[in-house]
């Protein structure tokens, strides 16, 4: 099997990631079992800062850090369970000492799968604003949504002020939701929670949309290449 590499940058969504290789892993593998894994992470401040001066090359330099770590500890290739961070994977898939799996194009791979036609997108403002899930989704003939910009500063806000924190409430669920009705009611046919936090606040129960849960859509991806090889 190959070795993971995870280029961590939130806990919340490293955690999920890492929980789900290992637990579904022994599904597929038998109990206690699953591929090796490596993490390794900046503290998520250097994210943070880089991110709020939009300052790519910075992210780029902080993933390119973690991968050369990873891949001296034997990673055969490398994951990011946060999808802020892509908008830099340009800047950092050719200067890689090692393959990659991207997480918007295995939501989309996903989408394709379900026959989605029409997904809302949930994230950060940069993500919400930026390509990353716009141009990756278009590649997939898959049309997007995404909230109003007063809503997209709000989802922001409970993002950095609560979700990355592992910080959970009812009444930010209840926003979620009434988000997601809403691009129901836009004509979106599922819900990319394309913030790899929102999934440990929403859940199937609480959403009117069929979830694309990133985090664990990326985390099952990454064991079937491990697996398979």
């Not at 939009?54 to 770590?69: F, R, Y």
């Not at 295995?106 to 950060?124: C, F, I, P, S």
Request: charged share 20%.
């Amino acid at each position: 099997m190959l070795h993971i590499g995870i280029v961590a940058c939130s806990a919340e969504g490293a955690a999920l990631c890492y929980r789900t290789i290992c637990v579904e892993g022994a599904g597929l593998l038998g109990p206690y079992n699953h591929p090796e894994v490596s993490m390794h992470g900046h503290p998520f401040a250097e994210y943070v800062k880089c991110i709020n001066a939009n300052d790519w090359a910075g992210v780029a330099e902080l993933m390119l850090s973690s991968s050369e770590k990873l891949a001296k500890a034997g990673a055969d290739f490398l994951i990011a369970p946060v999808n802020t961070v892509h908008q830099a994977f340009d800047l950092v898939e050719h200067r890689s000492p090692r393959p990659w799996l991207h997480i918007a194009v295995e939501v989309a791979n996903e989408a394709k799968r379900h026959g989605y036609k029409r997904l809302g997108v949930l994230g950060t403002r940069s993500l919400m604003d930026g390509p990353v899930y716009r141009e990756t989704l278009k590649a997939a003939g898959i049309e997007h949504h995404v909230p109003g910009g007063e809503q997209r500063e709000r989802i922001h806000r409970f993002i950095f002020d609560e979700l990355v924190h592992g910080t959970f409430l009812l009444p930010t669920q209840a926003y979620f939701t009434e988000l997601i009705r809403g691009m129901k009611d836009e004509g979106c046919d599922a819900v990319a929670l394309a913030c790899t936090e929102i999934p440990l606040l929403m859940t199937p129960e609480s959403s009117p949309l069929p979830m694309l849960d990133s985090t664990r859509i990326l985390a099952r991806a990454t064991l079937r290449k491990a697996v398979e090889g």
